[in-house]
């Protein structure tokens, strides 16, 4: 796994190179509602295993005297390629028992599996014609993808397949670790060839294994991958089994800690966080989150860090409330046997989805922007009703469960633990009161299912929103809600909005700095709180001359390992020079190593300009001087923007850049207005 996390939509537009012509074209035209069809199996199911299993459970995280590691361990240790192969003679879990795993799963109350085929050591865990480096050239010589796609058909699971588009191991795969250059040279290596081998791998885990839910693809960060490689796999394994979903980890335009990806090209059908739960979710998007039961994917046995089982549900429970799965991962030992406290973990998980899996299957996303108690999902149900799952981590004192904000009327509610049971449900002002009983059946997760009528109006104020917060001379609001039978009344002089007030009808146009405010009335009463919006107007920043002007910008490289970005001024660097735009250069190095770019950007037009940096480690970026988009420290692949007036003419413009370990990669973007961000076009860049 990579250490970043992880949405992206299905990309209906695109040209592709592969065979199978007539038939992906009907992927291209794909509606909402077909692409909305091929998704519900893996929406409604919610609940996922991930299982990450190989060579790597062999040293079990321990390695020259360190015991940190994990499915990492060859480049993280560094173990040449050579040294790595000979686990393959060690690899024979003859503990393995596919049914078992499964079983394990279901009682969980999972719904689905992913398994790695193949992780980034390149070992693969099927029998494949193209490689010896698999589970057949060991002692053990059995298919356990084999063994793992029956045992998943015979207990009614989905069966679905991880694999790394990176590879340690095969000769043609690029780039190469900067500590292998002695041991293992890229010379002769044609990354061609490895497309190939990668294309023909996939083609034998969807043709040889019967029907497969998702293709989970990782690795794809790396400089060599690219989008247009992504839109080829994509359309190839379209092809081969039409209504498999995918990730988009597929393409190369991952970004930011919620699985998002960036750029115009977007591929794949959901979005990865990996380790994080988005704090309010990824609204009208699919997404998954992946997480470790400790601090390692890959077995390790020196790891006890194991989060709770009770923290465990209240995650699972928070992130259906946001409308998200949950793909929840287990690392087997080298024997073939689950670790016996994932096992356990797993068990009270199961008994609580016993209960309570109604709250989890088939839900959406809370139409509560916060509890304060707990968390809510939902699901229509007969009548045109609104069942609301209501979460409780936290008993209230007094015993009474306020659902606030709410507009529509009590069906009834009772207990998912004790459904024969009604509760005493009542109306005070915009709230629903509960009558909780004296102690709840689970301290941890308490369901509570209310059913409303109708579709769920909750109290929610206006969305007041314009391109940025700034604006030079004139700037376009709007003010807008989801909400039915509703005015919305605004106001621009400071005052809270009545029914007096003007009504909203279409976008206010501002010209000086204002404070928008807006409400929701319904019968000319308020029903919602007052949404607070104030736009600046600013002056521009004043162009530069630059009269001997040359294309480019100027570059320093330095070498070294910081958490931070370091004092350019006290360092020396390696390498200096002048190039076409902002980039790294992948075969300079891997890791440790920082980058200054400085010169000046030509803005075509006077307006307020937003720019972005996408980096892994930390960057900044300045204009004039000063600090628009502070992207420092480390972490994975993050996005961060900021906003800056410029008027028309030349800039300084300087971006500062280090990568620690780990994935490396910055990209530059701007965008005007609501556009989305674009790479900076090279003819605006001069030194």
């Given at each position: 796994m990579k250490k970043i996390l992880c949405f992206t939509i299905l990309v209906i537009s695109f040209s592709f190179t592969i065979q199978a012509?007539?038939?992906?074209?009907?992927?291209?035209?794909?509606?909402?509602?077909?692409?909305?069809?091929?998704?519900?199996?893996?929406?409604?199911?919610?609940?996922?295993?991930?299982?990450?299993?190989?060579?790597?459970?062999?040293?079990?995280?321990?390695?020259?005297?360190?015991?940190?590691?994990?499915?990492?361990?060859?480049?993280?240790?560094?173990?040449?390629?050579?040294?790595?192969?000979t686990f393959v003679n060690y690899f024979n879990p003859v503990k393995f028992n596919a049914d078992e795993w499964v079983k394990i799963a279901k009682n969980a109350g999972m719904q689905y599996i992913v398994i790695t085929t193949k992780h980034h050591d390149g070992f693969c865990l099927f029998d494949s014609k193209y490689t010896?480096?698999?589970?057949?050239?060991?002692?053990?010589?059995?298919?356990?993808?084999?063994?793992?796609?029956?045992?998943?058909?015979?207990?009614?699971?989905?069966?679905?397949?991880?694999?790394?588009?990176?590879?340690?191991?095969?000769?043609?795969?690029?780039?190469?670790?900067?500590?292998?250059?002695?041991?293992?040279?890229?010379?002769?290596?044609?990354?061609?060839?490895?497309?190939?081998?990668?294309?023909?791998?996939?083609t034998e885990l969807l043709t040889n294994y019967g029907p497969v839910g998702?293709?989970?693809?990782?690795?794809?960060?790396?400089?060599?991958?690219?989008?247009t490689y992504g839109l080829e796999e994509y359309n190839h394994v379209r092809s081969l089994q039409p209504k498999i979903?995918?990730?988009?980890?597929?393409?190369?335009?991952?970004?930011?800690?919620?699985?998002?990806?960036?750029?115009?090209?977007?591929?794949?059908?959901?979005?990865?966080?990996?380790?994080?739960?988005?704090?309010?979710?990824?609204?009208?998007?699919?997404?998954?989150?992946?997480?470790?039961?400790n601090d390692h994917w890959g077995y390790n046995k020196y790891d006890i860090n194991w989060k709770s089982a009770e923290d465990l549900l209240r995650k699972l429970a928070d992130i259906a409330s946001k409308g998200g799965n949950f793909l929840l991962n287990v690392g087997p030992t080298s024997e073939g046997v689950f670790p016996q406290t994932s096992i356990e973990r797993l068990q009270q998980i199961g008994a609580w989805?016993?209960?309570?899996?109604?709250?989890?299957?088939?839900?959406?996303?809370?139409?509560?922007?916060?509890?304060?108690?707990?968390?809510?999902?939902?699901?229509?149900?007969?009548?045109?009703?609104?069942?609301?799952?209501?979460?409780?981590?936290?008993?209230?004192?007094?015993?009474i469960l306020v659902v606030p904000g709410i507009y529509n009327q009590p069906v009834g509610a009772f207990l998912l633990a004790d459904p024969e049971k009604q509760l005493q449900v009542k109306r005070d002002g915009s709230d629903l009161l509960i009558t909780l009983p004296a102690a709840l059946p689970d301290p941890v997760n308490t369901v509570v299912a209310l059913t409303i009528t109708g579709k769920p109006d909750i109290c929610d104020p206006p969305v007041i929103w314009a391109a940025h917060d700034i604006f030079i001379s004139t700037l376009p609001v709007t003010v807008t809600s989801s909400r039915d039978n509703i005015k919305i009344h605004y106001t621009i002089d400071g005052s809270?909005?009545?029914?007096?007030?003007?009504?909203?009808s279409e976008p206010l146009v501002l010209k000086k700095t204002t404070t928008v405010k807006a409400r929701i009335f319904r019968d000319d009463e308020p029903v919602s709180p007052v949404s607070e919006q104030t736009f600046t107007l600013v002056k521009p920043w004043p162009s530069s001359a630059m009269p001997k002007a040359l294309p480019g910008v100027a570059f320093e490289y330095f070498e070294g390992k910081w958490d931070s970005l370091p004092d350019f001024s006290k360092l020396i660097p390696v390498k200096t020079g002048v190039i076409e735009d902002i980039t790294v250069d992948p075969k300079l190095k891997a890791e440790e190593f920082a980058y200054r770019f400085h010169g000046a950007i030509q803005i075509p037009k006077e307006g307020v300009y937003t720019f972005y940096t996408d980096s892994d480690d930390g960057s900044i970026l300045w204009i004039d001087g000063k600090k628009v988009v502070d992207n420092d420290g480390l972490h994975s692949l993050l996005r961060k923007e900021g906003a800056v007036p410029l008027k028309e003419g030349l800039h300084a413009i300087t971006v500062g850049y280090f990568e620690n370990s780990g994935g490396n990669e910055l990209k530059v973007y701007y965008s005007t207005g609501d556009e989305k961000p674009r790479q900076i076009p090279r003819e605006w860049l001069f030194y």
């Open positions: 012509q007539t038939s992906v074209n009907s992927y291209l035209q794909e509606t909402k509602q077909e692409y909305d069809a091929r998704m519900a199996w893996w929406k409604d199911a919610r609940f996922g295993m991930f299982i990450h299993w190989g060579l790597y459970a062999i040293p079990a995280g321990q390695w020259g005297g360190k015991t940190d590691y994990g499915e990492w361990i060859r480049e993280s240790a560094q173990i040449p390629v050579a040294v790595y192969d010896d480096f698999d589970v057949m050239s060991t002692p053990f010589k059995r298919d356990i993808m084999k063994e793992m796609s029956d045992a998943c058909r015979n207990n009614g699971m989905t069966m679905c397949w991880y694999h790394s588009i990176m590879d340690w191991h095969h000769p043609d795969y690029l780039p190469r670790r900067t500590w292998e250059a002695g041991s293992r040279p890229q010379d002769g290596a044609d990354y061609e060839r490895y497309l190939k081998y990668l294309n023909n791998q996939l998702v293709l989970w693809f990782d690795g794809e960060w790396e400089s060599t991958w690219n989008n979903i995918t990730n988009n980890r597929i393409g190369n335009g991952r970004i930011e800690i919620d699985g998002l990806t960036g750029g115009k090209t977007q591929i794949g059908d959901f979005g990865t966080p990996e380790q994080t739960i988005p704090d309010k979710g990824i609204p009208g998007m699919y997404w998954e989150t992946c997480m470790t039961m989805m016993k209960t309570n899996g109604e709250s989890i299957y088939g839900t959406s996303a809370s139409p509560f922007e916060k509890l304060s108690w707990g968390r809510c999902t939902q699901k229509p149900v007969e009548g045109g009703n609104t069942r609301l799952y209501l979460h409780i981590f936290e008993r209230p004192s007094d015993g809270d909005p009545a029914i007096s007030s003007p009504l909203y």
